[in-house]
């Protein structure tokens, strides 16, 4: 059942982010659980269309790959949905400060804060030319969580893999927002 990881470990994380994760702790734990035998051989082909643009639309070679996203409307919805008990529905936008908490909970053990829009985390509070503090973008907060700290023990730089995917996903979050901006200005 537990795919040949330690049990006892597994038990420990699990304490310890209903423990402390606000997020998790109180409420029941979903997930979704897809039913596939253990031995299914699963494929990914690229594709492209014969009109498509030579140059921008080529298949890319391994070296060439940086994400793959598996969603057609990845693209537009990155967001989490999440059933809550009596109220439905719930969209958790990739923007809001929660999506990384739920999407990343072993980085985001304790229910840490993600990046938002409006993240007023610099240190000392600097403020701008009008008076307002200044906003921290995703790519300054990102710089910042993933700046190596020889002392730290932080969590989002000891998770080897589940570090990588994450940030693939920041990327790809960055890419998206910049994209966004171009095609609203």
């Known amino acids: 059942m537990t795919g040949g990881l330690d049990q006892r470990i597994l038990e420990t994380i699990d304490h310890v982010m209903v423990t402390h994760n606000e997020r998790i702790g109180g409420r029941s ?3 979704v659980a897809v ?3 253990e031995n299914v051989d699963l494929m990914l082909r ?3 269309t014969r009109h498509a643009n030579p140059g921008t639309h080529n298949t890319p070679t391994a070296s060439e790959v940086a994400a793959i996203v598996i969603d057609q409307g ?3 919805h990155r967001d989490i949905v999440l059933i809550t008990r009596g109220a439905g529905f719930r969209r958790i936008f990739e923007s809001s400060s929660s999506y990384d908490p739920l999407q990343y909970p072993l980085l985001f053990a304790y229910g840490e804060r993600g990046w938002t829009y409006d993240h ?3 240190v000392g509070n600097p403020v701008s030319n009008n008076g307002e503090p200044k906003i921290m973008s995703l ?3 990102e710089a910042y969580i993933l700046y190596d700290r020889t002392a730290s023990d932080t969590l989002i730089l000891r998770a080897g893999r589940l570090t990588q995917q994450y940030c693939v996903d920041q990327w ?3 890419e998206q927002e910049f994209l966004r901006f171009i095609e609203n200005n």
Do not use: D, I
């Open 29 to 31: 734990q979903s997930c």
């Open 35 to 37: 039913n596939l035998p």
């Open 46 to 48: 690229l594709h492209v």
């Open 74 to 76: 990845a693209a537009l």
């Open 120 to 122: 007023f985390s610099y």
């Open 139 to 141: 790519q300054e907060y």
């Open 172 to 174: 790809a979050k960055l």
